[in-house]
């Protein structure tokens, strides 16, 4: 059994937090381009930028899938998709890692709210997660928030 770690749930938010006034869609370029030596803070990185992404452009889904070995991470809005870089096998391996155990993910499919604190407000998440035979992905579905 994969145990709760608060700690991770806490670095995405500061993470997300970090880079709240940041280009998203350059600084995800960078992140998937340019790794350091630290797979945990790439990994951490990387998610939390996709992830105010999506919610700054007001999508409806972040998608992450590996589908033998082809990995893509898409943000969807009415039927419309924009593709962003995505990130090193190993930062997409480790992204799964930690959102399992952030939410306490054992099942291959699986799903559950994810609450991310955020400034002075908060958004709720549903994060879904699938593993089949060569092929995975991570789904975040956002509340709708309008203008």
Request: with cysteine.
């Amino acid at each position: 059994m994969e145990i709760h770690d608060p700690n991770l749930h806490q670095k995405l938010i500061e993470m997300c937090d970090c880079y709240l006034e940041t280009d998203f869609k350059a600084q995800i370029l960078e992140a998937a381009t340019t790794p350091s030596a630290d797979l945990d803070e790439d990994s951490m990185k990387y998610l939390a930028l996709t992830i105010m992404y999506a919610i700054t452009e007001k999508a409806g889904k972040l998608v992450y899938k590996n589908k033998k070995g082809q990995l893509t991470v898409a943000i969807k809005e009415d039927g419309e998709k924009t593709s962003v870089k995505a990130p090193l096998p190993a930062v997409f391996n480790r992204i799964m890692e930690m959102i399992r155990t952030i939410l306490h993910l054992e099942e291959d499919n699986a799903s559950m709210p994810l609450s991310l604190g955020l400034r002075n407000g908060q958004i709720d998440v549903q994060v879904k997660v699938e593993r089949g035979e060569h092929k995975e992905a991570l789904k975040f579905k956002f509340p709708d928030l309008g203008e």
